[in-house]
């Protein structure tokens, strides 16, 4: 079955230290979002990608850095230089521009401690 | 202002019991998902509307694009349907989501 993939459900690192999530998808999409949710906020757009090997800027970008190597991973990682790390990440994905199917994965929750 | 407004914030409710959650927004859209948030975080796709209906088991969904409004009913309400339900718009220009902040269901025993 095709879907997008992100693991792992929950996670927990230290202060201080850089963490990827992984985000997979075998839908054969272009493109690709990351989003961070906040309690009490929606989600809020933090990098996407519509194509291999191009990313751009969301809304709060700062702390974060993506990479798109290959079409079916969008890798997302916290940096030590986010303030405030804790939160619940989800990623989608979508076919393209023209497109208006989308899916969404399960999220992960990160703890920093 | 955000570009999707939710309505209630909160909803509680007795087993049985028929459910209506709204959503509005103020952009052009493409589409329209409603999302299933459980209390692990986990989220569940749950529609994708463009126009109309549709209808899964227990759970329909409506849209209206000229009054740029949308609905998410449940029927004969479960304890089990618990969770936070988020309204997601795709612009119609543009990249971007857009995301309600969400409506938390507690459906009572």
């Known amino acids: 079955d095709g879907g997008i993939t992100q693991s792992p459900k929950y996670l927990f690192r230290k202060e201080g230290q850089n963490v990827t999530l992984s985000c997979e998808q075998n839908l054969n999409h272009d493109a690709m979002y990351w989003y961070r949710q906040d309690p009490g906020q929606g989600l809020r757009l933090i990098y996407y990608?519509?194509?291999?090997?191009?990313?751009q800027k969301g809304d709060i970008a700062e702390g974060y850095s993506v990479s798109r190597e290959k079409k079916e991973s969008f890798p997302l990682t916290v940096t030590s230089a986010q303030k405030n790390p804790t939160a619940f990440y989800l990623c989608?994905?979508?076919?393209?521009?023209?497109?208006?199917?989308?899916?969404f994965g399960q999220g992960t929750r990160l703890t920093v401690v | 202002k955000n570009e999707v407004e939710q309505s209630p914030q909160n909803l509680t409710a007795q087993e049985g019991e028929f459910i209506t959650i709204n959503c509005s927004y103020s952009v052009g859209i493409s589409a329209l998902h409603w999302l299933q948030q459980h209390p692990g975080g986990g989220i569940v796709s749950l529609f994708m509307?463009?126009?109309g209906k549709k209808k899964h088991g227990r759970l329909i969904a409506t849209i209206n694009i000229q009054e740029k409004h949308s609905s998410l009913h449940i029927t004969a309400s479960h304890p089990r349907d618990s969770a936070v339900y988020i309204c997601a718009v795709k612009g119609s220009t543009g990249n971007q989501f857009y995301f309600g902040t969400g409506t938390s269901l507690t459906v009572i025993p």
């Open positions: 990608s519509q194509i291999v090997n191009d990313f």
């Open positions: 509307l463009s126009s």
């Open positions: 989608a994905s979508r076919i393209g521009m023209r497109n208006t199917e989308a899916f």
